[in-house]
């Protein structure tokens, strides 16, 4: 691999996971039925100021997931979501073992399917991780705010 695009394997990821945590936290901020669901969600398993804590975790992802597009403040941003899936990983998805999709039966309309595990937190953790100690990537807010510097993003690769 030409090693003048190593530089650039983080931008897919970085696309990806703000994608992902968009769609996860618009319902969290956007949605009364989306909201309410995760403050019961929030209630059911014993946390703490369910209320606040649904706004707080909506805005990481869903903020935190445009800032991951933009590619700014990514540092930071990584270690805010990462900390929501690490929650999400032990409160939510370890109950349920590995396998990220649980068939629980069959209907006529097909599949029906159980509470997810934690496959999917790993992977996002992962991604996470890896932005984290790869930098940003080209065409980022970081990058562009490091060049008026004259430095290099925090975490980026030479």
Do not use: C
């Amino acid at each position: 691999m030409n090693p003048a695009w190593h530089k650039w394997a983080a931008l897919p990821l970085r696309l990806i996971l703000g994608i992902g945590f968009v769609y996860h936290g618009f319902p969290k901020l956007f949605s009364g039925a989306g909201h309410d669901g995760f403050v019961g969600m929030l209630q059911g398993i014993g946390v703490p100021a369910a209320g606040l804590m649904a706004w707080v975790v909506g805005l990481v992802e869903f903020v935190g997931g445009l800032m991951l597009l933009a590619g700014a403040f990514v540092m930071i941003v990584t270690v805010l979501q990462g900390l929501v899936m690490l929650v999400a990983l032990f409160t939510v998805h370890l109950p349920n073992g590995f396998n990220f999709i649980h068939i629980t039966g069959m209907t006529d309309q097909g599949p029906q399917f159980g509470m997810p595990g934690y496959e999917v937190n790993l992977l996002y953790l992962a991604g996470l991780a890896a932005l984290f100690l790869f930098g940003p990537s080209p065409m980022s807010v970081d990058e562009a705010m490091a060049a008026k510097k004259g430095g290099a993003a925090p975490g980026s690769m030479p």
